[in-house]
């Protein structure tokens, strides 16, 4: 259970595109100022964090908005936007020439739910191309397991570009020269709407707002 505006524990949600670089940092500066306050991550996709937030199993969230009448429940603060990358481990066949949409629909994948955001721009550039969607898929909300699924196999995965930024320099993989639809949006902090958000809550937020980008 979250903890509803106690000063002992904070339970934070987090799309992954944040999580490998914005919240490690913040996280390390609250733990800094309040060294016994029990912090919490959840790494998901915004649809389902979304309504861990609306049922208090979290007390904030890095994420987006997924429905308009989300706009209802839920106060937005932007933080960044979220470029997307089309991922292979970095000794993948398709790393020797540039392929298209239509070969690379072909080959396995990872992917989120159809439900996520990132799948759903995933469809729709699809759609756009007159491509039909991948039909040997694994679907999964966890960054952990889909490096693992991609860096054993040849299976191919759609990923936040800061995902990247840490996974790449071990050498273990490659961003394809391929571009999937628009960035998915800015993604930033959500917080229940109409609700006192608690010191801890409120200190974190600022934190992230403050956040150096460089």
């Known amino acids: 259970m979250a903890a509803g505006g106690g000063y002992g524990k904070l339970v934070i949600g987090s799309v992954p595109g944040a999580a490998p670089l914005l919240l490690p940092k913040a996280i390390t500066s609250i733990k800094a100022r309040r060294p016994q306050l029990a912090v919490s991550l959840f790494e998901n996709s915004s649809d389902r964090l979304l ?22 429940l839920f106060d937005f603060m932007p933080l960044q936007a979220e470029p997307v990358s089309i991922v292979v481990r970095a000794e993948h066949p398709l790393c020797q020439r540039l392929p298209g949409l239509g070969e690379i629909v072909r080959w396995p994948w990872v992917l989120h739910p159809m439900s996520s955001p990132m799948r759903g721009l995933f469809e729709v550039a699809l759609a756009e191309a007159g491509v039909s969607s991948p039909r040997n898929v694994v679907e999964t909300t966890s960054t952990q397991t889909t490096l693992q699924l991609v860096s054993s196999s040849d299976a191919i995965a759609l990923l936040p570009t800061s995902v990247l930024k840490t996974a ?23 917080t229940r709407k109409g609700e006192e958000i608690s010191d801890v809550v409120g200190e974190f937020i600022d934190i992230l707002l403050m956040r150096d980008d460089a």
């Not at 790449?168 to 902090?189: C, R, W």
């Open 51 to 72: 309504a861990d937030l609306e049922y208090k199993r979290l007390d904030v969230v890095i994420g987006r908005v997924t429905e308009h009448a989300q706009h209802h």
């Open 168 to 190: 790449i320099s071990a050498g273990k993989f490659t961003a394809l020269p391929l571009v999937i639809g628009e960035p998915l949006g800015y993604y930033g902090v959500l």
